[in-house]
C-alpha cells in the first residue's frame, strides 16, 4: 500500500455518460447529507495514520473534488504530513480558475491531472451530459500550467462510438505542450454506465493509431505498481499513457487504497463492499485501534477483478459494485 486515493464529495457537476449518467443521476438524486462527509481534519487524520502504514502518495477525487469548498485548506492539512510525497488531485476543470489554481499550488498541491474526452465540442457537450464546453476546460490547463504544475496529466476516456474518432486529434493537440495525454479505457465501475465490452477501446488499438502518424517508443515506468504504460514520441515531442485495466489488468501490482468521501476504505476500484473508519473516528478510537483496521483490511485484500472480467460467470455478472461517483476514479 502506497497511494491513497481520497474521494472528498460523491457530488459532480458534470453528468459524464461513463460515470454519472444523467437519467440516473438527475435533479432529484440523493447524494450524501454534508454531515456523514469525512471533514478535512478527519481526512488529515486518516492521511497521517496511512502515511505511517507506508502510503507515500494521496489523491484527491470525487465526484469533482472542487465542488467542496475551500479545498485548499484541506491540501494545506495534508502537505507537511511526515512520509507524503506527493499529493495531486484529479478534477473536470470546469471550476479550475487561474486564482483556484494558485491557491491550491500555494498550499502544497504538487500534481494535477484534468479530464478532457474530446476537442471537439459537440462530442465533448454530448458525453459530459450538462453541455459544457470544451474552451473552459482549455483555459483550465492553461491555469494549471500557468500556476506551476508540471506535467498537466490530462486523462481522456474512450468509448467506443462516442468519442474514438478523437484519438488522433488529441494526440496532436497535445503533442509539445509539455502535457501528457492518457488514454483511459471505457471501465465497468459501478453499475450505472451501460458498460459492454464492446464499448471498449483497447490500449494496444489506440497506441497503434497513434504510432502510425507519429511514431512512438515504450518507455519504463516511473515506479512500480504505475497504473499508465508509457509511451513517447520518437520526435522528441513529449510522451502519451494508456490505462489499460480492461484489456491488460494489473491487479497483481496494485498499490492504491481507496477512501471514500464518507470514510469507507476499499481495496478496489470494483469493490463492493468496505470498512468504515468514519464510524472509528467518531467513536473515539485511538490511533493504533484504526492503524489496525486498516492494516488487517489491507492484509486480507484478494481484489483481482479485472483479471476475473472475462469469466462469464454467473457470480462474475451479479457482482455489486460501488459507482465511481462514490469512490473516485
Known sequence: MRDLRISVTDRCNFRCTYCMPKELFGADHAFLPRASLLSFEEIARLARLFAALGVTKLRLTGGE???RKEIERLVALLAPIPGIADISLTTNGSLLTADKARQLKAAGLQRITISLDALDDATFKAMNGVGFPVRKVLDAID???AAGFAPVKINMVLKRG???ACIEAMAEHFRGSGCVLRFIEFMDVGTTNGWRMQDVVPSAEVIARVDARWP????PANYPGEVANRWRYKDGAGEVGVIASVTQPFCGGCTRAR?????VLYTCLFAGGGASLRDLLRGGADDEVV???????WG???DRYSELRTEATPEIAARKKIEMSYIGG
Not at 216 to 219: C, D, G, I, T, Y
Open 65 to 67: 473534488p472542487l465542488v
Open 300 to 302: 486480507r485484500r484478494r
Open 162 to 164: 462516442a468519442n474514438d
Open 259 to 263: 477512501l471514500s468521501a464518507e470514510g
Open 143 to 145: 491555469n494549471a500550467v
Open 291 to 297: 492503524m489496525d483496521k486498516i492494516a488487517g483490511v
Open 216 to 219: 512512438l517508443e515504450r518507455v
